[in-house]
């Protein structure tokens, strides 16, 4: 597989680490199903991500486990709380020794900025990303909780509170990934999820792009759950996506 992409800025000391742009959410709410998909995975294969349904069922200990097996491990508990709170949190997701951690834009710059300072200490801190829209957010959404404005500009200004309190990169749709590569450049990480191959099912996405367009269109990662977890043949699924990509990245 080619995997160049992802080298352009693989971690904060920005050495050249080979990593693969496909991030598994392992969103299961079964521990063993999620090991069994975990057996049959290589962690040079791909990054995955552990968010809010696993971690409330099997904790830290299981975090430890995947790192330990050598995984990647992007820890997507989207913080979201007063600034000293989620400073605290980003500091013990590090010391789990995670690959990359995340805090929703929308909690403000100085919230941002706790996190990023309390990570500052650790050698090997891990990324530090912000959500700027939920891909499952659409105008309607919008409207509900009162932001006004369109999907585009109000993503945009989250993701510019993330640059300007230098956080990593932005977990953002593959739609919104060119107007952001441009505005923020190279060295500022778009993680994407609300990906669907050909033919899979978008359920409650809404903002969603096939891994081919969202690599297309300048994404570094991307993050991909039920096609491959609820997939017959999750291996036969990551594949797939590979030779997809893999048509696309150019050397
Ligand atoms: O199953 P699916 O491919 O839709 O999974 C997408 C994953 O990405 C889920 O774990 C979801 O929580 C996460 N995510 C998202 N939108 C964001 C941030 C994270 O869908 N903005």
Not at 32 to 55: T, Y
Not at 166 to 187: H, K, M, V, W
Not at 189 to 208: F, Y
Not at 222 to 246: D, F
């Amino acid at each position: 597989m080619n995997l160049s992409k992802p080298l352009i800025m693989a971690n904060k000391l920005k050495m050249t680490t080979r990593v693969s742009p496909i991030i598994i959410a392992l969103d299961y709410s079964d521990t063993s199903q999620a090991l069994s998909l975990i057996d049959q995975l290589d962690p040079i294969r791909c990054q995955v991500k552990v968010g809010k349904e696993l971690f409330t069922l099997a904790g830290p200990q299981f975090i430890r486990a995947l790192v330990n097996r050598g995984f990647k491990i992007f820890l997507d508990l989207k913080f979201h709380d007063i600034p000293n709170t989620v400073a605290r949190a980003c500091t013990i997701a590090a010391e789990l020794g995670v690959w990359m951690i995340n805090v929703h834009a929308l909690g403000g710059k100085t919230m941002l900025i706790a996190a990023r300072e309390a990570l500052a200490q650790y050698s090997q801190a891990p990324l530090l990303t912000a959500v700027s829209l939920l891909t499952s957010v659409d105008s309607t959404t919008l409207k509900q909780i009162g932001l006004s404005g369109t999907i585009e500009e109000n993503g945009l200004r989250l993701a510019q509170l993330a640059y300007e309190s230098e956080l990593d990169g932005i977990i953002c749709s593959g739609l919104e990934a060119p107007l952001f590569r441009q505005s923020f450049g190279r060295n500022f990480l778009l993680v994407t999820p609300g990906v669907r191959p050909v033919g899979t099912q978008s359920g409650d996405q809404k903002r969603v792009l096939t891994p081919k367009q969202a690599m297309t269109n300048g994404s570094d990662y991307l993050v991909i759950g039920r096609p491959i977890t609820q997939a017959k043949n999750p291996m036969g699924v990551l594949e797939a996506i590979e030779l997809e990509i893999n048509t696309e990245i150019k050397l």
